[in-house]
């Protein structure tokens, strides 16, 4: 499960960076990196825990954030 959260983050933040260039898409749910967190990780979670991947979801788009964030730290 933990791979699967930090995998998920990590492809969130890439998708996030990759639509930062197409000015015509809103900036939610597509160019931030919580929201994309989420919402990639949504269908997959739920297929495989059930209920429970609604959860998942939720803690991968928090650590998608904390990704995002760490990396512009540096």
């Known amino acids: 499960m933990i791979l699967h959260i930090i995998g998920f983050a ?3 933040n890439l ?3 990759f639509l930062e260039q197409f000015e015509w898409l ?3 749910p597509f160019k931030c990196s919580m ?3 989420f919402w990639y990780s949504l269908g997959p979670s ?3 825990w059930g209920w429970q991947g609604l959860l998942v979801s939720a803690i991968t788009g928090i650590t998608a ?3 995002y964030r760490l990396i512009n730290r540096l």
């Open 35 to 37: 929201c994309s967190g």
């Open 15 to 17: 998708g996030a960076d």
């Open 10 to 12: 990590c492809l969130a």
């Open 46 to 48: 739920i297929a495989i």
């Open 26 to 28: 809103p900036s939610k």
């Open 65 to 67: 954030e904390l990704i």
